[in-house]
């Protein structure tokens, strides 16, 4: 029973899709980045820090971060997935991996609105 | 009668006697009009030496018994030109499954994973009299996918199915999935794609087309599951 072969958890395109949707979303993050960055040259760390304290800014590179994390988390189980046989030590990368993510988000959040 | 001499470096294991595998250097004489295959050649090595191993039978690409990795690449013997192939020529069997002999593979894990997408039509309602027609245009989506022969050298030169042969279908596996996915005469479309659903069974794969570089026919089995994922995404949003 314990060496049985156990395939088909049956999920997988919700991971799929949000792989691309997110890497769109950094793709056009970035774009927006480089033409601020590009229009504004910042030249001081009070005029780079204006250009973060904008609301708009603000939630694009949240919503860059959280792409970016979920992004990793999906890329990371991948890893995981494809190259950890034994499946105790996988469970344990996967859930090292959410933790840290989730730990980046909130210093992300914490560095974003100066908690 | 002009001939030329051919290097081989080929992969030698037999179980009963060798501790281990070992490459071992074989030269021959090769005749530069009619040994025009590397089968041609292999035919004239197994004459010199008949302890050499290989799978062979139709000799024109259709069966897909002699596949095999020629100067690290996999292809079929039968159908590659020796005059493209650099000396030493170097033989190992098809990568990631058990060696029985040589050249020769286990692929029970192949076919395995094969039989596991249920590979036949799929149909309850009764059987017409004659056949069950299609649309010549209904027909044309199976182009591209019903020529598989089933040789393993696609899914052999995947890395996602060296790491998980026995959960990865494996890009022949998904290409025969689609061929029946692809079927309007099939009525489980549903229930192949509940199946294939997984996080093992199909998204291992990462489209790095390895697949699609080997295949001897052609065929392109990363555009099959492209069109399996899509499916999917259609019948989810």
């Given at each position: 029973?314990?060496?049985?072969i156990v395939?088909?958890?049956?999920?997988?395109l919700?991971d799929?899709i949000?792989?691309?949707?997110?890497?769109?979303?950094?793709?056009?993050y970035?774009?927006?980045l480089?033409?601020?960055?590009g229009?504004?040259?910042?030249?001081?760390?009070?005029?780079?820090r204006?250009?973060?304290?904008?609301?708009?800014?603000?939630?694009?590179?949240?919503?860059f971060?959280?792409?970016?994390?979920?992004?990793?988390?999906?890329?990371?189980r991948?890893?995981?997935?494809?190259?950890?046989k034994p499946?105790g030590?996988?469970l344990?990368?996967?859930i090292?991996?959410?933790a840290?993510?989730?730990?980046?988000?909130g210093?992300?959040?914490k560095?974003?609105?100066?908690? | 009668?002009?001939?030329?001499?051919?290097q081989?470096?080929?992969?030698?294991?037999?179980p009963?006697?060798?501790?281990?595998?070992?490459?071992?250097?074989?030269?021959?004489?090769?005749d530069d009009?009619?040994?025009?295959?590397?089968?041609?050649?292999?035919?004239?090595l197994?004459?010199?030496?008949?302890?050499?191993?290989?799978?062979?039978?139709?000799?024109?690409?259709?069966?897909?018994?002699?596949?095999?990795?020629?100067?690290?690449?996999n292809?079929?013997?039968?159908l590659?030109?020796?005059?493209d192939l650099?000396?030493?020529?170097v033989?190992r069997p098809?990568?990631g499954?058990p060696?029985?002999?040589?050249?020769?593979?286990?692929?029970?894990?192949?076919f395995?994973?094969?039989?596991?997408?249920?590979?036949?039509?799929?149909?309850d309602?009764?059987?017409?009299e004659?056949?069950?027609?299609?649309?010549p245009?209904?027909?044309?989506?199976?182009?591209?996918?019903?020529?598989c022969?089933?040789?393993a050298?696609?899914?052999t030169?995947c890395?996602s199915f060296?790491?998980?042969?026995?959960?990865?279908v494996?890009?022949?596996?998904?290409?025969?999935?689609?061929?029946?996915?692809?079927d309007?005469?099939?009525q489980a479309?549903?229930?192949?794609?509940?199946?294939?659903e997984?996080p093992?069974?199909?998204?291992?794969?990462?489209?790095?087309?390895?697949?699609?570089?080997?295949c001897?026919?052609?065929?392109?089995?990363?555009?099959a599951?492209?069109?399996?994922?899509?499916?999917?995404?259609?019948?989810?949003?």
């Open positions: 029973m314990l060496n049985r395939v088909g958890a049956g999920y997988g919700k799929w949000a792989q691309r949707a997110t890497a769109l979303i950094m793709a056009v970035t774009l927006i480089l033409v601020t960055l229009a504004l040259s910042p030249s001081s760390y009070e005029a780079w204006a250009i973060f304290a904008n609301g708009f800014m603000q939630f694009m590179t949240f919503l971060f959280i792409s970016l994390f979920y992004h990793v988390w999906i890329g990371m991948d890893i995981w997935m494809d190259y950890v499946d030590l996988r344990m990368l996967e090292a991996t959410i840290a993510l989730v730990g980046y988000a210093w992300a959040v560095i974003l609105w100066r908690l | 009668m002009a001939t030329s001499t051919m081989f470096k080929i992969y030698r294991y037999d009963d006697k060798d501790n281990a595998p070992y490459m071992q250097d074989i030269s021959i004489e090769v009009v009619t040994d025009r295959k590397l089968l041609d050649v292999l035919t004239k197994k004459a010199k030496d008949d302890t050499l191993s290989y799978r062979r039978s139709c000799r024109e690409g259709i069966c897909g018994s002699d596949a095999m990795n020629i100067n690290g690449k292809g079929l013997a039968c590659t030109e020796i005059k650099k000396q030493p020529v033989l098809l990568p499954l060696v029985i002999r040589d050249l020769i593979v286990d692929m029970t894990q192949f395995k994973q094969y039989h596991s997408i249920k590979p036949y039509l799929i149909n309602t009764p059987p017409p004659r056949e069950r027609l299609q649309s245009e209904d027909r044309e989506e199976l182009n591209g996918l019903y020529e022969i089933l040789c050298c696609c899914s030169s890395p060296w790491w998980n042969p026995d959960k990865f494996g890009p022949a596996g998904l290409l025969n999935a689609y061929r029946f996915i692809a309007t005469r099939d479309t549903n229930e192949r794609l509940d199946d294939l997984d093992y069974r199909l998204f291992r794969c990462h489209s790095i087309m390895n697949c699609v570089d080997v001897p026919k052609g065929l392109n089995p990363t555009e599951i492209g069109k399996i994922k899509e499916m999917m995404v259609r019948r989810a949003v």
